[in-house]
Every structure is written in structure tokens, then in C-alpha cells.
T-cell receptor, first 111, second 114 residues
Framework: QQQVKQSPQSLIVQKGGISIINCAYE??????FPWYQQFPGKGPALLIA?????SEKKEGRFTISFNKSAKQFSLHIMDSQPGDSATYFCAASLQGYALNFGKGTSLLVTP | GAGVSQSPSNKVTEKGKDVELRCDPISGHTALYWYRQSLGQGLEFLIYFQGNSAPDKSGLPSDRFSAERTGGSVSTLTIQRTQQEDSAVYLCASSLKAMNTEAFFGQGTRLTVV
């Protein structure tokens, strides 16, 4: 059973626009929610992460919004750039054990 | 090394053969993870090591899959009697303690079973 569901599967955004990727999780005990960015031929790299005691975390153009009651979290990329074109994965874990990943969102930012 | 190193980067093997995939984690990282990435399927957890022990082997898909870690460092994932459905990218990650600290992934080994 997929414990983290991610949408959309693919996304096309114009340069300068806002990219929004959503995730929903099942296990209310999850305590760590990272987002990873992956370029073709590379391993995923940590982009930003949040814990459930905060509702929002911002790092530069990247923001995670977290809704504990709805068991949802999302990634917002402001002022999207062509260099942001990549696959994005949300994930969740419990007490430092294995990350449960969503299936990924392929983002294309057009010039 | 500066990052997580995996070898080989690509492996083509015949169905039924055994393969070994190697992961060199970042020095000092006690936690090590193996994941499998199939096209369109995200990242599937295989096994987790803390030091040399594997407290969580729940993701290994069958008894053809095994892994070990020696000296708290290098890990080897072995797939016996490979099948075509084993074709995927196998990713290794390490973190200083456990997965709720930053985990660093290697570039993966692309395994193709023909």
C-alpha cells in the first residue's frame, strides 16, 4: 500500500510561475517530511524538509506547507526557473526509519 | 570520499546470473539505506543498516535479495538468480545517524537483466 500519495504526476509551468506539488500521507505517526529533487542520471538530493510541529518552512524560493489535520503537505516553487526542471519526490518517515516516497512529479519549466 | 559512491554505474547481466552492487557511504555515516527505483514507480525501500546490523529488512522483495555491511562502511547488495523484473536503478543513501537527518544518495547502479 502506497503510504505517500503524490500529485500531479507531471507539471508544466512557465518561467516565473509558481509550481505546486501535493502529497498526502496515511500514517499519523510520521514525524519527518522531506522533499527530494532528482535530475536525470543523478541520485535524489534533499531540497527541504519539515517536521509536523510547524505549518510552513521556507528556504529561498522553496516552501513546504504542512497541514497535519488533513495529513497533507505541499511544495511550492516560487519564480520557477528552467533549471528547476527535474523530478520531485515527497517522502515521510517515522523516527528515523526508512523514507516512504511518493511516486514523483516530473516538472518542466518552459522559458 | 566526498559523497556516496556506487559501483558499477551500469550493469547488464543475463537472466539467472548473480550480481553484486557496491555502496561506499560518506565516511562517518552510520546509517545506510538501499532503494530501488523503477520507471514511474518512485523509490522502493529495500533495507536499512545501522552500523553493521540491519534492523529493517522488510523491503527486500524476495529471498534472492540479500545485503551486508562490513566495518560500518561498505555495503554490498546481492541479487541471486536475477530476473527481468529486477531491472531498475539501485540507489544507496547514507546519513549521519538515521533518516530524519539529511540523507545523501549515490548516483545509483542501473541494472539491466536480459
Amino acid at each position: 500500500q502506497q503510504q505517500v500519495k503524490q500529485s500531479p504526476q507531471s507539471l508544466i509551468v512557465q518561467k516565473g510561475g509558481i509550481s505546486i506539488i501535493n502529497c498526502a500521507y496515511e500514517n499519523t505517526a510520521f514525524d519527518y517530511f522531506p522533499w527530494y529533487q532528482q535530475f536525470p542520471g543523478k541520485g535524489p538530493a534533499l531540497l527541504i524538509a519539515i517536521r509536523p510541529d510547524v505549518s510552513e518552512k521556507k528556504e529561498g524560493r522553496f516552501t513546504i506547507s504542512f497541514n497535519k489535520s488533513a495529513k497533507q503537505f505541499s511544495l511550492h516553487i516560487m519564480d520557477s526557473q528552467p533549471g528547476d526542471s527535474a523530478t520531485y519526490f515527497c517522502a515521510a518517515s517515522l523516527q528515523g526509519y526508512a523514507l516512504n516516497f511518493g511516486k514523483g512529479t516530473s516538472l518542466l519549466v518552459t522559458p | 570520499g566526498a559523497g556516496v559512491s556506487q559501483s558499477p554505474s551500469n550493469k547488464v547481466t543475463e537472466k539467472g546470473k548473480d550480481v553484486e552492487l557496491r555502496c561506499d557511504p560518506i565516511s562517518g555515516h552510520t546509517a545506510l539505506y538501499w532503494y530501488r527505483q523503477s520507471l514511474g514507480q518512485g523509490l522502493e525501500f529495500l533495507i536499512y543498516f545501522q552500523g553493521n546490523s540491519a534492523p529493517d529488512k522488510s523491503g527486500l522483495p524476495s529471498d534472492r535479495f540479500s545485503a551486508e555491511r562490513t566495518g560500518g562502511s561498505v555495503s554490498t547488495l546481492t541479487i541471486q538468480r536475477t530476473q527481468q523484473e529486477d531491472s531498475a536503478v539501485y540507489l544507496c543513501a547514507s546519513s549521519l545517524k538515521a533518516m530524519n537527518t539529511e540523507a545523501f544518495f549515490g548516483q545509483g547502479t542501473r541494472l539491466t537483466v536480459v
